[in-house]
């Protein structure tokens, strides 16, 4: 009788104590952390955008990028997230206070988005920065990227007869990816609001505990 | 393999050894037959997603490889298929397969026959609605962006109502035990049915609240899948090793002192391990140099885990060319040693800039869920299904195919996960590797990965069918069990 009150207080206890340590203390600690106010120029960061942006990390998490795609750049001491352009400083907790659905991602078959929206003075990227480039990107990587393995969203669009004037927004495609004569592709809410989202990615804010150093900032 | 059970200490004041050997297997036969209906059909349906498992698996390597294989449906896209077939591969097979031999180790050691068993076959119903829904809502695009926490919080409802019933009934077969609080087996299976459902709930009920925000999710999701994988199956699957290889080889445990050391180090330093799989992410140090230091602490359990059935099977080596449970079992429990070494490396920060986000991770998921996991349940299957069906396995060449085809394929799919994800760090790490030149460098790897899934499928179709055979009573008659190789062949 002894042994399993021993065994059971034991193995209660033991988790207990992880639990409240691994858990409890970190939420404590940083669980409720705010935006950094810049007392000079007033400026907030970051910001909590709802709307389309909120809408796209959803269409984000559901098809699963995290499996291939990180938010994550890493310090210029672990690895060589920034010497190869995808931050400028390193992401810290801050950056993530209000995605409702963290989507920090597990692994890197594909390159990381932590600032797929922020500006960049590197003209290879900066064609990234715009509604037509991510869409034609989701429809047909394959045209972008010859050998991408990136799979093609293609539910996220709809081709559709083209009625009067051609929309707007049809995607600008050619070869195999283009729609028959008289059709075009079109993006539906889920693309815009993915779209939308990806675009609002940026870890480039210059905050107290993450300075973006002129150092950082060339690379 | 024999039937002798010199531990189980027996009350009954029988007159002679004959009697007191014949009441004990009496009593064994009918705690078996109370078991047998739940035992039989968790096997089935763990087998039945495992094969589910391998075909998602399958589909998620051709996809990495050819984007467009099959069309662009997405319900069928890399990101969606591969948590699929985790969940299939953790929910549906492991844990399912994991109640199963943990409850009939459970009656064994306690010496309780089961009542009302059928109740267990209700929780294993419910078990299954809950993992075939969660898998139909992540291939629909409804899952959780978190690892082995895919399925959306309605689903884990489920779950945990159908391990309601599974853990009632096996700490009611503690409470009503007539012997065994002194067995180790008995402490680690006390430990998993307790610590599952407080980690799967707690971790389910913190990601749906709404209150845990930003990095904070993926500290529970990392503290959760760590401790699903290296507490929870561990528990089971340690448990399954002490309790098969004394039995097998038929000697005692060769140290209670240093397995109750075990013990208590892996509860005390064993929930601590989860955030080695967070270094390099934006959350504070100290989080990670704790899980470290708890990684490396956990060599202790796992150096008395080694030490213990290492001299279990002094003197009886030859026994794993004849044995088949022994055979499996060992391969598990070497792995289980392997792989927290290869836990503290993968997590030293030097080490870590390199291998995170690459397959790693992947990689130390399948070290624990396959080739130490499933490698000891597939034994103990070997062991427990004869025993509960009356009958022996049919076809020694049948079980001979499944160990070779099962230790090469996930062999070498979990070295193909590890050193490619040490080969695409490097290539990350280079800032003049292109991120799509990167990515075709692996190829490879993925290639060869395709090769490792055919040995699998190869291997869990032919046990399946060696399963089924069992299920219709279509086994050797009873006697000698079915061993690999005669004595005589080998000697």
Redo the contacts between chains.
Sequence with gaps: ?K??RI??F???T??A???V???AI??F???N?GPVVNKDTGDVYPVNVGGYTAQGRDV?????????H?Q?V?NAQ???DI??GWGVR????R?????????????????DLANEGAKSDNPADAVKKTVAWQYKHLYA?QSI?P?????????LFEVKKIEGQPSPDALDLTGADAPPAGYEVVPTLEARQLAAYLLSLDHSHTLPEAPVTKETAKK | MTETTPTIPTQASAPSDVTKREIGQVERALIDASVRGPVLFFYFTALTWLLGANLLGVLATF???W??FLG???LL????V??AYMDCLTYGWACMAAFGTGLWIMGRLCRVALRKSAILIAGAVLWNIGVTLGVILVLT?????A?LLDFPGSVSILLLAGYLFIGTWGFSM?RLRRSG??YISV?YL??AF??FP?LYA?ANL?LSS?H?????????GA?FGQNLIWLFLASIGIATVYYIVPKVTNKPIHSYYMVSLGF?SF??F???T??IRLV?????AW?IT??VAAAIMMLVPTATFTINYAKSMKGCSHMVYHSPVLRFTLFGAVAYSISSLLLVFFSF?NVA?YT????V??GENHLGIYTFFTMVIFGSMYYIVPRLVGCEWFSSSMIRLHFWSCAYGIGFFVMLLLVGGIF?GSL????DVY???A??A?EPFVIGRCIAWVLLTFGHIIFALHYLLMLLRLGRPSGTPTLLETKEEHA
């Design positions: 009788m042994t399993s065994v059971f034991g193995v209660f033991t988790f104590a992880a639990t340590g691994l858990l970190p939420q600690q940083f669980g952390l984000y998490a559901a098809n699963g990028c995290v499996y291939c990180t994550v890493r672990d690895g060589s010497e190869r390193q992401s810290v907790a950056d993530y206070i209000y995605d409702k659905t963290v989507v920090l991602g597990f692994a890197r078959f594909g390159p990587p990227e050998h991408s393995n990136m799979p093609a969203y293609r539910n | 996809k990495l490889l984007p467009s662009d449906c997405v896209s890399y990101g969606r591969w948590p695009g409804n899952g959780r962006p690892e503690f609080p002194d402490w006390i430990g307790f610590w407080w707690t913190l709404g845990v925000r930003g990095v904070m999710q993926a500290v529970v503290w208590w509860a005390i064993g929930g601590w989860g955030m390099g992410a934006p959350v504070p989080l704790v899980s920060r800039n995170q986000f690459g397959t991770l992947q695409q990350w790490a280079d800032k991120n799509v030149d990515m075709q692996m």
